[in-house]
């Protein structure tokens, strides 16, 4: 388990836009899978996005592929959400999350099963 700290949920009306943030350990970004996934009570975790830190390939669900945008910033050591055109079906706990293991989003089951380390959420609220 390494440190994941979210930062950047909110409400906001439908239509508007967020980013988030996630400050992780400098390590995770020569190699690594990252990834944001979001939680609704009483349903399951939902992947949402994720990047491979060592060649930068990107994977979204189709919940959100075309709005939301994942990205690394290498110096600041940290991942970031950019959410566009948000609807209320978005409202949930946001989680960072990563694989501590050097290996790329595609190993064995793939970034939805993989991540080895969580963040403690940030609430985001879509209101209509």
């Known amino acids: 388990q390494v440190p994941l700290v979210e930062s950047g949920g909110g409400s906001v009306q439908v239509g508007g836009s967020l980013r988030l943030s996630c400050s992780a350990p400098?390590?995770?970004?020569?190699?690594?899978?990252l990834g944001w996934f979001r939680q609704v009570p009483g349903k399951e975790r939902e992947g949402v996005a994720a990047?491979?830190?060592?060649?930068?390939?990107?994977y979204y669900s189709d919940s959100v592929k075309g709005r939301f945008t994942i990205s690394i910033d290498n110096a600041e050591k940290t991942v970031y959400l950019q959410m566009n055109n948000l609807n209320p079906s978005d409202t949930a706990m946001y989680y960072c999350?990563?694989?501590?293991?050097?290996?790329?989003?595609?190993?064995?089951?793939?970034?939805?099963?993989?991540?080895?380390?969580w963040g403690t959420g940030t609430l985001v609220t879509i209101s209509s």
């Open positions: 990047i491979y830190s060592g060649g930068g390939a990107k």
């Open positions: 999350a990563a694989d501590t293991r050097p290996v790329s989003c595609e190993y064995q089951g793939g970034w939805r099963t993989g991540m080895t380390s």
């Open positions: 400098g390590g995770l970004f020569n190699g690594n899978c």
